[in-house]
């Protein structure tokens, strides 16, 4: 089944800086893919999302680019904000049929003032 | 408010006991996902239903069951409890069955094990 593994565990920037998390995942046939964010105690709420006909997408300060032949993809926070600060999920599935979505295990990400 | 209502927020329930998470899908939408996050993990995928009937299934126990009912709510059951169940176990909702439409996330409910 699909295996989404996803890097840093932490990242800690300063207010301003840009923020970059990886994700990888396995099954090739995966064609949908997309970014959650929580933030402490809250439901995880999606922020963007990218299908595989598509190698990038961008909304305001934050883009995800997908590269299908290495099977990973990246979330992109510019200008990063202290309200930025959450843990952010990728995650990955198959849109034909009732598919699981399998998530990646988290990114903490503090952004300091 | 994401408009899916889990209930309780909170529960203490002691090992070996059986307990019941309940969640209400947003108006319209027919699918339901079961998620467990234990403390500091990633998402689990448990098990998915579509209008009533299982689509999709995780890592689910087998001390653990779900349903979906007529109304669209679903239930989580899980039994013998064990210490290393006491997670924060989220309910999604989608219109579709397909997994590339967003999932609309419930507030969770913690249950704790001691």
């Known amino acids: 089944g699909e295996n989404v593994e996803q890097h840093p565990s932490t990242l800690s920037v300063q207010e301003g800086d840009s923020a970059v998390i990886k994700c990888t995942y396995s099954d090739s046939a995966?064609?949908?893919?997309?970014w959650y964010k929580q933030e402490l105690g809250k439901r995880p709420q999606l922020i963007i999302d990218i299908r595989s006909n598509v190698g990038e997408k961008k909304d305001q300060r934050i883009a995800v680019t997908l590269n299908k032949t290495a099977k990973h993809f990246s979330l992109h926070i510019t200008e990063t904000q202290p309200e930025d600060s959450a843990v952010y999920f990728c995650a990955a599935s198959k849109?034909?049929?009732?598919?699981?979505?399998?998530f990646g295990t988290g990114t903490r990400l503090l952004?300091?003032? | 408010d994401s408009g899916v209502t889990q209930t309780p927020k909170h529960l203490?329930?002691?090992?070996?006991?059986?307990?019941?998470?309940?969640?209400s899908p947003r108006s319209g939408d027919l699918s339901v996902y079961w998620y467990q996050q234990s403390l500091d993990q990633g998402l689990q995928f448990l098990i998915q239903y579509y209008n009533g009937e299982e689509r999709a299934k995780g890592n689910i126990l087998e001390r653990f069951s779900?349903?979906?009912f007529p109304?669209?709510?679903s239930e989580l059951n899980l039994s013998s409890l064990e210490l290393g169940d006491s997670a924060l176990y989220f309910c999604a909702s989608s219109a579709?069955?397909?997994s590339d439409t967003e999932a609309f996330f419930g507030q969770g409910t913690r249950l704790t094990v001691v």
């Not at chain 1, 995966?30 to 997309?34: D, K, Q, V």
């Not at chain 1, 849109?95 to 399998?102: P, W």
């Not at chain 2, 203490?12 to 969640?23: P, S």
């Open chain 1, 30 to 34: 995966s064609n949908y893919f997309p």
């Open chain 1, 95 to 102: 849109s034909t049929g009732f598919q699981k979505l399998v």
């Open chain 1, 111 to 113: 952004v300091s003032p």
């Open chain 2, 12 to 23: 203490i329930t002691a090992t070996g006991q059986r307990v019941t998470l309940r969640c």
């Open chain 2, 66 to 68: 779900a349903q979906q």
């Open chain 2, 71 to 73: 109304d669209l709510h």
């Open chain 2, 96 to 98: 579709t069955g397909g």
